[in-house]
C-alpha cells in the first residue's frame, strides 16, 4: 500500500488531454514539493515535472502539474502514442523522514 | 553530461550479503544527496535510502532499516548500497538516483540505468 494515492490506469485518445491525481496527507504533499516521473517500457524512470509545476529543459509544454492541499495532478494535453508510460509522482514525508511515491498510473494512448 | 552507472547486481540467495555501487560523472558528487530507489518487478518504485553530500546524514526506508547501509567515498564519486539479511521480496530492479540538492532533496534529477539484483535459492 502506497502512500501517495495514484489511479492505476487512465486512458485517452490521441490529441487529447488526461490527468493524474495524487492524493497524499499533510505529512507529505501539504508541506513538500512533489515531482513526477515518466517511466517508458523497460527503462529506468525520467523526471517530468519539479517542484510541483516546474518542468525541466526538453520537456514539453503539454506536461504540465498543479498542487492543491493535499493533493497534486499531472495533466497531458495533446496526447501522443509515444506518451504511453506508466507515471509516478512523489515527495518527502516529513513525519516518516522518507521519500514516498504513489503506486503508479499506466497511460494507455487508444 | 551527468552519468550514473550502477554495478554490483546479480542472482543471490536469501540471507545472504551484496554490495552495489554507484560511480557518477558530470557534476561535482560531493555537493548532492544521493538516493537508491528500486522497483520489483511489474511493481511501482520503492525508495530505498538517502545520502547527505557529507554522508553524515543517512536516512532508510523501513523495509530495508537494520539491513541496508548506504554509504559513500566522495574521493571516488561513488555511493554504495551494502545489502545484508537479503529476502525474496528484495529482488528489484535497483536505480541510482540524484537529488537537487546537498540533502534529501525535492526531485530525482538524474536516475542510472539500474542494476537487476534476484534473491533465490
Known amino acids: 500500500q502506497s502512500v501517495l494515492t495514484q489511479p492505476p490506469s487512465v486512458s485517452a485518445a490521441p490529441g487529447q488531454k488526461v490527468t493524474i491525481s495524487c492524493s497524499g496527507s499533510?505529512?507529505?504533499?501539504?508541506?513538500?514539493?512533489v515531482s513526477w516521473y515518466q517511466q517508458l517500457p523497460g527503462t529506468a524512470p525520467k523526471l517530468l515535472i519539479y517542484?510541483?509545476?516546474k518542468r525541466p529543459s526538453g520537456i514539453p509544454d503539454r506536461f504540465s502539474g498543479s498542487k492543491s492541499g493535499t493533493s497534486a495532478t499531472l495533466g497531458i494535453t495533446g496526447l501522443q502514442t509515444g506518451d504511453e508510460a506508466d507515471y509516478f509522482c512523489g515527495t518527502w514525508d516529513t513525519r516518516l523522514s522518507a521519500w514516498v511515491f504513489g503506486g503508479g498510473t499506466k497511460l494507455t494512448v487508444l | 553530461q551527468v552519468q550514473l552507472v550502477e554495478s554490483g547486481g546479480g542472482v543471490v540467495q536469501p540471507g545472504k550479503s551484496l554490495r552495489l555501487s554507484c560511480t557518477a560523472s558530470?557534476?561535482?558528487?560531493?555537493?548532492?544527496?544521493m538516493h537508491w530507489v528500486r522497483q520489483a518487478p511489474g511493481k511501482g518504485l520503492e525508495w530505498v535510502a538517502v545520502?547527505?553530500?557529507?554522508?553524515?546524514?543517512?536516512y532508510y526506508g523501513d523495509s530495508v532499516k537494520g539491513r541496508f547501509t548506504i554509504s559513500r567515498d566522495n574521493s571516488k564519486n561513488t555511493v554504495y548500497l551494502q545489502m545484508n539479511s537479503l529476502r525474496a521480496e528484495d529482488t528489484a530492479m535497483y536505480y541510482c538516483a540524484r537529488g537537487s540538492a546537498y540533502n534529501y532533496g525535492y526531485f530525482f534529477e538524474y536516475w542510472g540505468q539500474g542494476t537487476l539484483v534476484t534473491v533465490s535459492s
Open positions: 545520502i547527505y553530500f557529507h554522508g553524515n546524514n543517512k
Open positions: 558530470g557534476f561535482t558528487f560531493n555537493s548532492y544527496g
Open positions: 517542484d510541483n509545476n
Open positions: 499533510s505529512s507529505n504533499i501539504g508541506n513538500n514539493y
